[in-house]
C-alpha cells in the first residue's frame, strides 16, 4: 500500500500503511489536546448504523461528530429496511442518493462493512464486525500506549484471554505488528488456538511465565454471544489460569499498564483488585476513544491535511 493513497474506507487497520497509522495517532493526540475542530466536518452528513449493542463505541463516535462538526444522523437498531429485504447495495445506494458522506457501522456478521463498502460511494467506518475487526477500538488502544511510552515499536504487548472470538484483539495485533511492538497471545487452547500464531506473534499457555516480562497486557471479556456452549470454559477454571487479581497484579514490572477494551466481567477476566491499582487505562482508553474517533473521520473525508 503506498503513502499516498487515501483510503475510501477504515475497515481494518490493514487499510493503513504504517505511516498513516502513525499519523491517524498523531492526529488523535492534537485532539486531545486541543479540541477546537468543528469547521473540519462542518455540515457533512455522517450516519450510524449499528445492529448490535453499542456503549462506548457508539458515544464516542457521536461525540467525536459533533466536535467536527458532521451533521448526524442515527438509524436505531432495527430500523433500516435491510430488515424488509432490501439488499446491502440498494441501502447504500439509498444513502448516497441522500448526500450521506461517510457511514459508520457495526453488525454482528463478520464481513458486513466490506460489503457496504463495495456498494456505498462515500467512506465506511467499521465500528466492529462479528469477530473480526473493530480498528477504531485499535487505534485508541495503540494511542493509550503510544502517550503511555513515548512509542509502540519493541514494547512488550500481552493479549489475554478470549482471542478467537475478538475482534478487539484481531485489529489490535495487527496495528501492534505493523508498529513494531513484540506481541503475545495467553490464554486455554479453545480461546487461543495454535493457529492464531501468525508471524511475529507468538502463543504462551501460562499468564505467570508472561508477566513479568511485559509492558502492557490487553484483558478481554469472554464473548459468550458468540461461542457455542460445547467449548464455553468452566468460569473457575478460566479464573483459575487466567484472572487477573491482586496475586498476578504484584508480577508485573512496575511500569507495566493493565488495558481492557470494556465491557469487562467483573470476577472473569479481572478482580475488583484491578480498578484500584496504578497501571488501570481502562478510563483513559475509553477517554482516548472520542479523539481516536475524531481522527479517523478527519483523515477519510479531508485526507492527509496538514501532516502530508
Ligand atoms: N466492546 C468490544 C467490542 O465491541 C469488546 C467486547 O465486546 O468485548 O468488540
Known amino acids: 500500500m503506498t503513502e499516498a493513497r487515501r483510503p475510501a474506507s477504515l475497515l481494518d487497520l490493514d487499510d493503513l500503511s504504517p505511516a498513516e497509522l502513525l499519523d ?21 452528513p455522517v450516519l450510524n448504523l449499528f445492529f448490535e449493542a453499542s456503549t462506548r463505541t457508539y458515544t464516542s463516535f457521536v461525540l467525536a461528530q459533533q466536535r467536527v462538526g458532521a451533521d448526524i444522523v442515527t438509524l436505531p437498531p432495527g430500523a433500516s429496511s435491510l430488515g424488509k429485504g432490501e439488499t446491502i447495495a440498494d441501502t447504500a445506494l439509498t ?22 463498502a463495495e456498494a456505498f460511494a462515500g467512506h465506511v467506518i467499521n465500528a466492529g464486525d462479528g469477530r473480526h475487526a473493530h480498528p477504531t477500538q485499535a487505534l485508541l488502544d495503540l494511542m493509550t500506549l503510544r502517550r503511555e511510552f ?13 482471542i478467537l472470538h475478538s475482534r478487539v484483539a484481531r485489529s489490535n495485533i495487527l496495528g501492534l505488528r505493523m508498529l513494531g511492538a513484540q506481541v503475545t497471545l495467553v490464554g486455554p487452547p479453545t480461546l487461543l488456538p495454535e493457529s492464531m500464531a501468525v508471524s511475529g506473534v507468538r502463543i504462551v499457555r501460562s499468564l505467570e511465565a508472561v508477566l513479568p516480562e511485559v509492558d502492557a497486557l490487553m484483558l478481554l471479556r469472554i464473548q459468550r454471544e458468540r461461542i457455542t456452549s460445547a467449548v464455553l470454559p468452566a468460569l473457575a477454571d478460566y479464573a483459575r489460569n487466567y484472572r487477573i487479581d491482586a496475586r498476578r497484579l504484584a508480577l508485573l514490572p512496575a511500569h507495566a499498564i493493565v488495558m ?4 469487562y466481567n467483573r470476577g472473569v477476566e479481572l478482580t475488583d483488585d484491578v480498578f484500584s491499582s496504578k497501571s488501570w487505562r481502562y478510563a483513559q482508553q475509553v477517554a482516548y476513544g472520542v479523539a481516536a474517533r475524531m481522527a479517523v473521520l478527519d483523515h477519510l473525508v479531508n485526507g492527509k491535511g496538514q501532516r502530508a
Open 150 to 162: 513515548g512509542q509502540i515499536a519493541g514494547l512488550r504487548v500481552a493479549v489475554v484471554g478470549d
Open 260 to 263: 481492557h477494551p470494556g465491557p
Open 95 to 116: 444513502l448516497a442518493a441522500m448526500n450521506i458522506r461517510v457511514i459508520v457501522t457495526r453488525h454482528p456478521a463478520s464481513g458486513f462493512p466490506y460489503r457496504l
Open 24 to 44: 491517524l495517532l498523531a492526529r488523535a493526540d492534537d485532539f486531545t489536546d486541543n479540541a477546537q475542530a468543528r469547521e473540519l466536518l462542518r455540515g457533512v
